[in-house]
């Protein structure tokens, strides 16, 4: 239904004004008070809101009695209801006012009704409403809806899934007469998706030609005549060729007219606000209890309003400006912002500015939730530059820039104005005086969840609503999503990695899979004694019985697999390192999943691991390989990482360096909320689907058709773009909507890389040897410490996990210093930009070069974060010393991630074991790349660089997979796949 903003001005004598205040003010206890006479007339009359000031006139000027309404319809139709309501209370008001009309109410109203637009010659004005499509009846039969569900769910303590929650809710719900007309979802306004719109340099130049044919039409008129007009003239005088240099001349004579309008425009704006002249005076406490008296009207009210006055500056340039300030906002409000809000203001109901004609009164009236000063926030800190481009142009507002800028922004003095312009409220209606905008949008989600929620996520979206409001999609679904995505579950010191291939009758899979399922732990608390962590391949996905049409929407490179020729070559697994020659999750020894059992005790692990090897054997399945972690010591670095407490001692890799130290942080997760870093925060996105990333965009997920699953087990699929927290995702939904299979869920990239430790300390032992007087060893370091000092230039950080960025000559506990936990806060670029403390091709300046690339650049940090993966592998000892394929220790190396070529591959292959990374020539990642004959390091110093030479390939791949790291949603419809 059309919502309309009717203005009303009817003359009358300046003298009467005091004594129609007086009058309006007596009308005050029948619109909120006991005696709401004039309430119950506007009752079920479809009119939001309205009220009636007295604007003073200036001398020549009449004095006029505003009447300014919201309804449902056009507009003549809420001047008839609200004339059919207050017939009675008006004439009394008319008759204090001296107003002698023998008109039909509706007719006066009609008559003096003000009609705004946005055109040259329109009045002045612009119209917003918080609430669009919301009629009254709507607005309060929903209200109505959400209170009795709320008094349901206060009485009853409905036990079951959240589905079945809801259910029991609807029926509540569709046996009350009153409400079965709500069972029928009614749809809500929802952000427009207008990438197109967007304020590109198109965008605006668009907007900016549009700009400039509405306001200097005119202008552009007149001389286009005349350069028709003389063309025309030569064509005939001269011919064609001088009348086509004659229309040329004329066409740069109209740009340059043009120009130069623009110009005086510009330069006389400029003019006029440097001898602008604001006023900062404070304003009288009488007058000031007069305008606090009809704010908070009641304890009930939960709004307030506001009537403006201001006048406006003398000329008619200002009134141009005026016109163009409007324009503008409409644009926003029209391309750019939600529906309902004002860039980020979501508490106005219904608001509207008008030039009073005849006048040189601007009147702002706004019907808003909240108090006066929030909602005076809330502008001045969201959107100031909308405010100082309407007010800019009237007298004594707080000195402004370029129209728009400044003004608003000095909040204290842009209060003390917008005081002393407020007019009291002494008659004003409100049709739900109890409701925000913000409980008006959740009681409507409320509504159409009864209508649409089909699946177990929205029903837990649904009864988020009640006692909160709408979920937003940053928040992450902690419930769905495995336990490894928050931490190396340090209080887990024990554990299993099981490399699995299920059994090849699709019914046994599953069968196995539905048994597994509910002991696959899920959220950031993981049980006290056990954790188990399941991730299937490609192949364990199409062994599961997943149709091809949803299996090839997972990412090429997780369908490709890891041992696949083409990976292969990106991530350097030739030669020794070829998947031929893996122990694992190669072509003859492909793996269909990883089951991950972590444990507080050796005998738990034990029973666990045995147990679940037993029950996937019965199933028909095998287990291929297994590798077993070395327990974690007490107080480890991955404690460090889930509690910020200082490690005792810290976990190593086989090396004997400090591992697990540098972590991206997962916005919306608790370590986040306790260590929210802006080097190291990212968004969730960037490692679960489902989530937007750092870009605003949600990572491409598999869908499922709404027919596959019946059990309404997955979650909707979402947008690809950030869609806001306006409403809930069941809003639009319907019963034939897709289904995310990948929400929730990452990709788990595992590697098993044996580490050559004898080759690795024998290399520094001799390069402490060979180099001890080079010039760039420094003289303060210890020579004790020159081998420790290789390895720490070659890896990027001391044995003790100290930077070499912040300890260039020695750890941090040097001398027996008690231990402290390692340093990660720094920057490369800013610190270390030539990298002569950390060399520009350490290993850990290639995993993660922060702003190396770009020295102090925020904007690189955001580029390089876009590639960060989550570490959560451990080490493992030697397995068996008389078989040299496993008698070497070394990382069992995990990571999740959202995009494993963007991330995981891109690290490798483009910052790792690329020879030229940052300006660098024929050199690969020290530690972890495959050098061969390229195995060097260059070693900056002020007194010239030190070449470590013949470094050796330390670490090869010995297993490898790309995984799926399910939600538990996901993982219920994998066990219940039809057949």
Not at 754 to 762: C, I, M, P, R, Y
Not at 867 to 896: K, T, W, Y
Request: with cysteine.
């Amino acid at each position: 239904m059309t919502q309309s903003m009717v203005t009303s001005a009817i003359p009358f004598a300046l003298g009467k004004a005091d004594s129609v205040d007086a009058r309006l003010d007596t009308f005050r206890p029948q619109l909120f008070g006991n005696e709401s006479a004039i309430r119950e007339a506007m009752r079920g009359r479809h009119i939001h809101f309205m009220s009636i000031t007295v604007v003073r006139g200036e001398i020549g000027e009449p004095t006029h009695l505003v009447f300014e309404m919201s309804g449902d319809g056009e507009p003549d139709a809420v001047i008839a209801t609200v004339a059919a309501g207050l017939e009675g209370p008006i004439r009394e008001i008319f008759d204090t006012a001296g107003i002698a009309s023998h008109k039909p109410l509706r007719d006066l109203l009609t008559a003096r009704r003000v009609r705004t637009g946005q055109g040259l010659f329109a009045t002045p004005g612009l119209d917003f409403c918080g609430t669009p499509d919301m009629t009254v009846e709507r607005i309060e039969a929903e209200y109505a809806l959400a209170r009795d569900l709320r008094d349901f769910f206060d009485r009853s303590a409905v036990q079951g899934s959240p589905l079945h929650v809801f259910q029991q809710a609807k029926a509540f719900v569709a046996a009350l007469p009153q409400h079965v007309a709500l069972m029928t979802p009614e749809p809500l306004k929802r952000i427009a998706d207008k990438d197109s719109e967007r304020f590109s340099l198109g965008f605006v130049a668009c907007l900016a030609g549009r700009g400039l044919v509405k306001f200097f039409w005119p202008v552009l008129l007149l001389f286009g005549a005349l350069v028709l007009l003389t063309t025309y003239g030569a064509w005939h005088a001269a011919g064609t060729a001088v009348g086509l240099l004659a229309l040329a001349v004329g066409l740069i004579v109209v740009a340059v007219a043009l120009i130069a309008v623009l110009a005086a425009v510009y330069f006389g704006l400029r003019g006029l606000e440097e001898t602008n002249t604001p006023f900062d005076t404070t304003l009288d406490p009488k007058v000031m209890d007069a305008i606090s008296d009809g704010e908070n009207v009641t304890k009930d009210t939960q709004q307030n309003h506001l009537a403006g006055i201001s006048v406006m500056q003398a000329g008619w340039l200002r009134g141009l400006t005026l016109r163009i300030a409007f324009w503008v906002i409409a644009q926003l409000a029209t391309h750019r912002f939600r529906p309902g809000f004002l860039g980020e203001i979501s508490t106005i109901h219904y608001a509207r500015w008008v030039l009073l004609p005849k006048t040189n009164k601007l009147l702002f009236f706004s019907n808003f939730g909240g108090s006066w000063e929030s909602y005076l926030e809330d502008f001045i800190t969201k959107a100031a530059s909308g405010l100082t481009g309407v007010w800019s142009n009237t007298v004594g507002f707080p000195r402004t820039e370029n129209l728009f800028f400044k003004g608003a922004t000095d909040g204290d003095r842009f209060k003390r104005w917008a005081r002393r312009q407020q007019q009291p409220s002494r008659f004003w209606y409100s049709a739900y005086p109890h409701l925000t905008t913000a409980r008006i949008r959740v009681n409507a989600a409320i509504r159409q969840g009864i209508g649409t929620v089909s699946t177990e996520d929205e029903a837990v979206s649904w009864l988020g609503l009640f006692g909160s409001k709408v979920r937003p999609d940053t928040l992450i679904e902690t419930f769905e999503v495995q336990t490894l995505l928050y931490g190396g579950l340090s209080k887990h010191p024990y554990a299993e990695c099981l490399m699995l291939r299920l059994p090849e009758a699709r019914r046994a899979a599953r069968e196995w899979l539905a048994q597994v399922e509910p002991l696959v732990s899920c959220g950031d608390e993981p049980p006290r004694d056990k954790v188990l962590i399941l991730a299937l391949s490609s192949h364990g996905l199409e062994r599961l019985g997943l149709p091809q049409d949803i299996h090839e929407q997972f990412p090429t490179a997780f369908r490709a697999g890891m041992g696949s020729p083409g990976r292969a070559n990106l991530l350097a697994d030739t030669g020794d390192d070829h998947a031929r020659k893996w122990l694992w999750g190669g072509p003859s020894n492909e793996i269909d999943g990883v089951l991950l059992v972590y444990a507080a005790d050796p005998a738990t692990l034990a029973h666990e691991v045995a147990a679940r090897t037993t029950e996937l054997q019965v199933a028909g399945g095998a287990l291929v390989h297994r590798v077993t972690p070395t327990p974690l010591p007490t107080g480890s670095a991955q404690a460090q990482q889930d509690t910020g407490r200082s490690a005792r001692q810290l976990v190593r890799e086989p090396f004997g360096f400090a591992d697990g130290i540098s972590q991206p942080i997962i916005k919306g997760t608790r370590r986040w909320m306790r260590q929210s870093d802006a080097i190291h925060a990212v968004e969730p996105g960037e490692f679960l689907l489902g989530y937007p990333d750092g870009r605003g965009y949600f990572p491409p997920s598999p869908r499922v058709p709404a027919r596959m699953d019946p059990g309404n087990v997955l979650p909707l699929a979402e947008p690809t773009h950030r869609r806001g927290a306006l409403i809930p995702s069941f809003a639009n939904s319907s019963a034939n909507s897709e289904r995310d299979l990948g929400r929730n869920g990452s990709f788990l990239v595992v590697r098993q890389l044996a580490q050559d430790v004898e080759a690795f300390n024998g290399f520094v032992e001799e390069a402490a040897a060979l180099y001890a007087d080079h010039p760039a060893v420094p003289k303060l370091l210890d020579p004790a410490l020159l081998p420790e000092w290789i390895g720490a230039k070659m890896v990027g950080r001391w044995k003790d996990g100290s930077s070499l960025v912040r300890f260039p000559h020695q750890p941090a506990s040097y001398h027996g210093a008690p231990q402290r936990n390692p340093d990660n806060e720094f920057l490369f670029g800013a610190e270390d930009p030539v990298g002569e403390r950390c060399p520009l091709g350490a290993h850990i300046r290639r995993s993660n070069p922060r702003d190396s690339l770009a020295p102090g650049s925020a904007q690189e940090l955001g580029i390089v974060n876009r590639h960060r993966i989550l570490r959560v592998g451990r080490g493992f000892e030697a397995e068996g010393a008389n078989d040299p394929e496993v008698s070497q220790p070394g990382l069992l190396f995990m990571c999740l991630n959202a995009d494993i070529e963007r991330q995981f591959e891109f690290i490798q292959q483009t910052w790792a074991v690329a020879w030229q990374f940052h300006g660098l020539e024929n050199e690969v990642d020290p530690i972890t790349g495959r050098g061969g004959k390229l195995g060097r390091l260059t070693i900056p110093s002020p007194n010239g660089p030190l070449h470590l030479t013949k470094t050796k390939d330390w670490v090869r791949t010995r297993g490898g997979a790309y995984l799926f790291m399910p939600s538990r949603s996901a993982l219920r419809f994998l066990a219940r796949l039809p057949e």
